[in-house]
């Protein structure tokens, strides 16, 4: 069974940094994308950044230049690093993974259970 943990999550104020990360037990090759979703408070659940087995990054307008989703290898990780941090930026955090069954070869998503991000002075 695919597992995705999401950790890193925290209370920082405005202009401050952190780095979220996503681990999940399946090698890289067997994983098509993962994403990173957020909920803010009242709100849906948006994309905010994704990142391809073939690393190519997309990113919401509201983030593009304060967040980089990157892959890391050696703890088979998805991170994101997130710069100026923003009031709007505050939610829940989640990690989106789609990965081929090794059992019989179907594309599925798996979700984290969220991590909470809270910008506040």
């Known amino acids: 069974q695919v597992q995705v943990v999401e950790s890193g999550g925290g209370l920082v104020q405005p202009g401050g940094s952190l780095r979220l990360s996503c681990e999940v037990n399946?090698?890289?090759?067997?994983?098509?994308?993962v994403a990173w979703y957020r909920q803010p408070p009242g709100k849906e659940r948006e994309l905010v950044a994704s990142i391809t087995r073939g690393l190519s990054t997309n990113y919401t307008d509201s983030v593009k230049g304060r967040f980089t989703i990157s892959r890391n290898n050696a703890k088979n990780t998805v991170d994101l690093q997130m710069n100026s941090l923003k009031s709007e930026d505050t939610g829940v955090y989640y990690c989106?993974?789609?990965?081929?069954?090794?059992?019989?070869?179907?594309?599925?998503?798996?979700w984290g259970q969220g991590t909470q991000v809270t910008v506040s002075s």
């Open positions: 989106n993974v789609a990965a081929r069954s090794v059992r019989d070869g179907i594309i599925r998503v798996h």
């Open positions: 399946r090698p890289f090759f067997s994983i098509n994308l």
